[in-house]
């Protein structure tokens, strides 16, 4: 799959639904199921966000994939099951994959992250604006992709 066969949406992280309401939808697919069965137990809009953002939908059925899988092993909403709904959510985001490879890793592919130390919001002003880009900065500082503090290189 290329960047350009990705979802290109822009959807706000909190908003509307919290990843709990999300990890609960995701938690109630135990087999592939009909997106009309999955639809008639959660809020339309729900489903809809679910779908965007961390659903394999084919032929109108919603796909057990391993993120399915993962969340029914991990047997709750683990600290490791949030991590990776957060990424699948920055990840299929066109605003927060267009940040990391043109402002962050434009270098070569070495990555800035001094860039996170500064208020660097201004490049999603008309998408998210402040809201976005912490959001981007929390979940790389909680998996420990990027540091805080002087160990921040540049």
């Known amino acids: 799959m290329t ?9 706000s992280l909190s908003k509307y639904y919290r990843v709990e309401d ?11 199921t009909p997106e009309s069965v999955v639809r008639a137990q959660f809020d339309r809009d729900l489903y809809a ?4 953002r961390y659903l394999a939908v084919k032929n109108k059925i919603v796909i057990k994939d391993k ?8 047997g709750g909403f683990t600290e490791r099951v949030k991590m990776v709904l957060y990424f699948l959510f920055m990840f299929r985001d066109a605003r927060y994959r267009k940040f990391i490879c043109e402002e962050v890793g434009k270098d070569g592919g070495t990555w800035r992250t001094s860039i996170f130390r500064d208020k660097h919001s201004d490049y999603f002003a ?10 981007l900065r929390q979940f790389l500082f909680q998996t420990g ?7 921040v290189q540049t």
């Open 126 to 135: 008309h998408v998210g604006g402040r809201k976005a880009f912490t959001n």
């Open 49 to 52: 966000t679910a779908k965007q």
């Open 22 to 32: 999300h990890y609960a939808l995701i938690a109630s697919i135990s087999r592939d």
């Open 3 to 11: 960047l350009s066969q990705l979802p290109q949406f822009v959807s």
């Open 145 to 151: 992709i990027v540091h805080d503090g002087p160990s």
């Open 67 to 74: 993120l399915v899988d993962l969340v029914h092993d991990e």
